[in-house]
Each structure stands twice: as C-alpha cells, then as structure tokens.
C-alpha cells in the first residue's frame, strides 16, 4: 500500500511543503495539487521538507521540477530540505545533482535565505 | 394466540392453505412420482391433477437441462442429507413456456427412520430470475466496456512500439515490453531503424507519469527521435533536439519530462561502434562474453523536456562478437520487490555478471524472467543489441 502526506505551512519566509511517504504516480497527483496552490511572494523562498519522504520515482522528480518552475514564476527561491540518501541517488542519475538548494532542515533553509527577514 | 388443535376450523384452515399457498407444494414417492400436489402449483403448470397424481415424476415437470441438473445434484444432495435447498430449477408448462422457481425439499421419515416420500415447496423465481439476468446484462455490458478500454489501450501502445526489430546484419536484436496495465497506455518507448550508409539509431526512454498526457509525450518523443535521427545523427544533437520540442509542448504547469538514451551503430571490422547520449536515463549495461558486465554511466546527462539548457553526455562503446549491450527503463531499476527493496543498476550488474549469455535474445530473456519474479508495478522496456558470436551461424 502507498502510504503518502503532503502538508502545507504558510511562515514568513515563504511556505514550507512537507512530502512524507511515497512519492510515485499515484500520489504525484497529490502533491502537484500541494504545489499548484502555493502561493510564493517575490523574494520568498519555498522550502520543501524531504525527511520523511521514503520511495520518489520519476513522477516525483517531476514534482519537485513543479515547485521549481512555480517559485521561479514567482521570482522567489526554492531550496530541499533533507533531502534523502535515495532521492540524492534519484536526482543524480537524472543529471539534476546540484541543480536544487539542499540543506539538512528546513530551518537552515530559511535561515541560510538572504531575505529571511523580510515577511 | 395459538389456536387450540381441536379447533374444529382448523383441519380445514390447514388444508385450504395447503391447496392455496402462494407457493407449489408436492409430495412425491421415494422413486419420484408424484403423489399429491397443491392447486397452486397445478395452476402454474397448466395442468390437470389426474395428469399428475400417479402418473408422472417431479423430474418430468423440469426443463432438460433441469432433469440433468436433478438427476446429479438435487437427488442426490437429497439422498445424502435428507434435504436440498433454494435450488433454481425451470419447470415446463403444459403450453411449453418455462417458469424459474426455487425448489427445496425434505424427506420424512418413519418412526424406523426409513425415507418415506419427498416434500416439496416450489417457489415462484420469475422476479428473481429477471433480477439476475438484469445483474448479469450489466455484467456483461461492464466487461465489454473493459474490453473496449484494454483494446484501445493495446491499439494505442502499439503505435508506440515498433511493431517487429529489423534485421542488421552479423547482429542480434530483441526487445521485450512489460505493460503495468491492460487499461493504460504506458510511458515507456524504443525503437530500432536504419539510417544511411549501413548504420542504425536506436533509443530507449522512458516518460514521466502515466495514461492520456503520458501517452501523448512518449508518441511526442518517438517520432521526434525518429525524424532528429535522420536529419543529424549525432546523439546528443538528436536529444537536443529533442529536449527544445517537449520544452516547446509544455501545456500545463505539470512537467512532463522523459529520460532516454539514443544509440548510433556504426558496424566496424570485428564488430560494432557504438556511441550513446544520456538524458537522465539509468546507464546502459555492457555484457562482455569474455569479460565482467559494465554500466556505461554517462554523468551529468539530464533529463529531457524539464530545462530549456540541459546538457546530454556522450561515450562510445565497440561491441566484438557475443557482447551484448542492453538498454532498460527504470521499471527495472526502480522496481519495488515484494519486500519494498529498490533494485538498483548495481545489482542488475551483478546479476548480469551471474548470467552465461552471449546473445541478445538470451539476455532479454534472462532479464524479463528476473522482471517477472518481481511483481513489477510500472511498466517495463528492454532493448538488446549484440554481436553475433558464430559468423557460421548468421541466417
């Protein structure tokens, strides 16, 4: 069974989404439901919170292409936030190592956010 | 409440019942004729009681494929337990049109315990009959409808698959394609074709997400490699190529990005040359006939229709005689086993490694029979290309 969360808080840095569980084609729907009501300012960082995330197929490495596309629409930043071993594993073979922020929380994602203070 | 058994309103109450239940009732002797039957049942039938009484057997009231039916299941079940039960027979009427009924049955005994007749209460099942063949209609109209779906799906696919590999000359070729399901068209793609000057492009890919949006980008990819492929061979200007056209197809803010490898064949003295592009695809296996198996990781290629400036990576490989080179979608590699345990390109190696083959089509047989222990859930592609290891031996 494919057991899957997403949860969305609104702080002042910009939202913060939370994907936990299974992340593959048929909770990817979901999560880009998740994604598309985010509403990033300019200047915002969205950050999304990876810890609990245990299985990411393609159809989530597409979601997380998702959230880059709206935070760069947006002119606002994006950063991962614990991103697993199998996720780093995931994104390397598709030649996307390197392109996202990562950081080990979410915390010192917003924290390293030049304009964390601004909200 | 209870009236009392003298009542003298009773016998007749019980008999008037009896004659005018809304249900058939018949006794029948141990050898199956019929000794006392009530008038409703007489009415359903149509027919006389003096017909009845003496003359015929229950079984010759029934349909033929009822009399059969009774004849192995019913008498028997009767003689076995005393009883049968809600059992759904067709008796004939006298003008031949037939009535469903629900039959139950009781042998009495005698104080000795010997089987002295047979009881039987008839129900009337024409409501319940035309319940059931209602249920059934829609049961067969739901299937066809399945069907309809599964063949527009397989029709589909298929367009998207090449119909057979041809033929190249000192190689051997196969490819095998796993569906996830009947219902959908999957986004998992290869092909195989002949360029100019004797040499061939093939690719393998593998589109994000499933169903209709799916469907439309990996028939997008197919015939776009195809058509890059003969305009400029060169692997990574085909995935350039590529890449600019499903950047230029995003319609809706849900990414629909493939990864693929793309192959050039260039037959060489002693075998082939061949030189490969990666976009963001798992890295192809190399089978040496003499050597340890290899993933030809091409680092740093991406994936394809995600980013306007995605950079693809080459590497060039020359096959000698019963190497084999075997391309795959991450249906392989991401296959989920029945303990949740990724199976990785690693472990494909090392089970490459285990594997006493030489040829394409015993590789691609080797490799769907691991799939199939698998229990996939995604749909599956292989692709395999090897030199032929007997000259003697080509067709």
């Given at each position: 069974m494919t057991e899957f969360t997403v949860v969305t808080r609104d702080t002042p840095a910009g939202p913060v989404l939370e994907l936990t569980g299974d992340l593959d084609a048929v909770t990817a729907p979901l999560a880009l439901q998740a994604v598309e009501a985010l509403t990033p300012r300019a200047g915002q960082q969205v950050v999304v919170e990876l810890?609990?995330?245990?299985f990411c197929d393609s159809s989530g490495i597409s979601t997380l292409i998702a959230v880059h596309n709206l935070a760069h629409a947006a002119d606002a930043g994006i950063a991962l936030a614990g991103v697993p071993r199998h996720l780093t594993r995931t994104l390397a073979l598709v030649g996307l190592d390197g392109f996202f922020v990562t950081h080990l929380t979410a915390a010192q994602a917003q924290a390293a956010w030049p304009e964390a203070t601004g909200g | 409440m209870i009236r009392q058994?003298?009542?003298?309103?009773e016998g007749e109450n019980f008999a008037d019942l009896y004659e005018h239940a809304p249900c058939g009732y018949l006794s029948t002797s141990?050898?199956?004729?019929?000794?006392k039957v009530n008038g409703t049942l007489l009415g359903w039938l149509g027919i006389g009681r003096d017909e009845l009484v003496?003359?015929?057997?229950?079984?010759?009231?029934?349909s033929v494929g009822g009399r059969i039916y009774h004849e192995t299941h019913f008498a028997p079940m009767l003689r076995m337990h005393g009883e049968a039960g809600g059992i759904a027979l067709e008796l004939v009427r006298a003008d031949g049109t037939r009535l469903p009924v629900l039959v139950s049955s009781t042998v009495k005994t005698s104080a000795n315990g010997d089987a002295e007749l047979i009881r039987t209460t008839v129900f009337d099942a024409h409501d319940r009959r035309s319940y059931e063949q209602e249920l059934l209609r829609a049961l067969q109209e739901a299937e066809q409808e399945r069907d309809r779906v599964q063949l527009l799906a397989t029709t589909l696919q298929r367009t998207l698959l090449p119909p057979s590999l041809p033929h190249i000359p000192g190689m051997d070729v196969a490819a095998y394609y796993h569906p996830a399901s009947a219902d959908e068209v999957g986004g998992d793609f290869y092909d195989l074709f002949p360029l100019a000057d004797g040499t061939w492009a093939f690719f393998l890919g593998d589109v994000s997400g499933k169903g209709a949006e799916a469907a439309v980008v990996t028939s997008l990819a197919r015939y776009t490699l195809r058509a890059a492929a003969v305009y400029d061979p060169h692997p990574v200007a085909v995935l350039e190529h590529l890449n600019t056209v499903l950047i230029q197809e995003?319609?809706?803010?849900t990414p629909r990005f493939c990864t693929a490898i793309h192959g050039l064949l260039e037959p060489a003295e002693g075998g082939a040359t061949i030189t490969l592009a990666s976009g963001g695809h798992p890295p192809a296996l190399l089978i040496r006939h003499d050597g340890p198996a290899e993933l030809l990781t091409a680092q740093g290629g991406q994936l394809i229709?995600?980013?306007?400036d995605a950079r693809f990576v080459e590497l060039q490989v020359h096959l000698r005689p019963g190497d084999t080179l075997l391309l795959y979608s991450d249906g392989l590699t991401e296959a989920r086993t029945h303990d949740r345990v990724r199976y990785d390109e690693e472990e494909l190696r090392d089970f490459a490694d285990t594997l006493d083959v030489s040829s394409a089509t015993e590789t691609v047989a080797a490799v769907s029979q691991l799939l199939a222990g698998f229990g996939v859930d995604d749909d599956t592609a292989l692709l395999a290309l090897s030199v032929r290891l007997d000259e003697e031996g080509r067709s």
């Open positions: 810890t609990g995330l245990r | 058994a003298g009542d003298p309103r141990m050898d199956g004729t019929i000794t003496g003359r015929r057997r229950f079984a010759d009231l029934l995003q319609i809706s803010t229709g995600a980013l306007p």
